[in-house]
């Protein structure tokens, strides 16, 4: 089973700074299927990315991904406040789908 | 406009059998582009894959839960279920149900419902 670990754990910055998540897979990930999902509190989480780097429909341009093998990157280019949420990465591989723990992006 | 929406017991008993339905609107569950799966999450805690299932027949479990849980597909009500058999209270979480993409990404959710395990 593929462990993904995200990093930070937490995420402190101001509206307008710049984002940068990390999830990093215990062994390496086909891109094709590797998401990002932000969740806010009392929601269900929403698919921002897929195959690494595609937005979801309606995601807005300063989110992007990128990554390859056992290390991908969830950045926003510039932090509106409604950004502010935990965002998850999830793998798929040998029919199996496992998500990072979590990082929370919180207002500075 | 795709939609899913969970029904079922918001409490469960220790040792009992946690079920879940998941209703599903603007699309059927028998085409074979899509899976149809469960997450959990527990209070203040991280999400949890359950286990996928799809019209061809194949159905997915989280190793950690296989021995417990069972996937179904009712096409003729147009929803899925989620049966979890001798739950505790581990087991509380908010429960969510999800579509499953060529790609395994998730891009529809329910709401998600709470479900205590509490005597």
């Known amino acids: 089973e593929i462990v993904l670990t995200q990093s930070p754990g937490t995420l402190s910055l101001s509206p307008g700074e710049r984002a940068t998540l990390s999830c990093r897979a215990s062994?390496?990930?086909?891109?094709?299927?590797l998401a990002w999902y932000q969740q806010k509190p009392g929601q269900p989480p929403r698919l921002l990315i897929y195959s690494a780097s595609s937005r979801a429909a309606g995601v807005p341009d300063r989110f992007s991904g990128r990554g390859s093998g056992t290390d991908f990157t969830l950045t926003i280019s510039r932090l509106e406040p409604e950004d502010f949420a935990v965002y998850y990465c999830q793998q798929f591989s040998n029919s199996l789908h496992t998500f990072g723990q979590g990082t929370k992006l919180e207002i500075k | 406009q795709l939609q899913l929406q969970e029904s079922g017991p918001g409490l469960v008993k220790p040792s009992e059998t946690l079920s879940l339905t998941c209703t599903v609107s603007?699309?059927?569950?028998?085409?074979?582009?899509?899976?149809w799966g469960w997450i959990r999450q527990p209070p203040g805690q991280g999400l949890e894959w359950i286990g996928n299932s799809s019209y061809s027949g194949s159905t997915y479990y989280n190793p950690s839960l296989r021995s417990r849980a069972t996937l179904s597909l009712d096409t003729s009500k147009n929803h899925f279920s989620l049966k979890l058999t001798s739950v505790t209270a581990a087991d509380t979480a908010v429960y969510y149900c999800a579509r499953s993409g060529s790609y395994a990404f998730l891009d529809y959710w329910g709401q998600g419902s709470l479900v205590t395990v509490s005597s």
């Open positions: 062994q390496g990930v086909n891109p094709s299927y």
């Open positions: 603007g699309d059927s569950i028998s085409s074979s582009s899509y899976s």
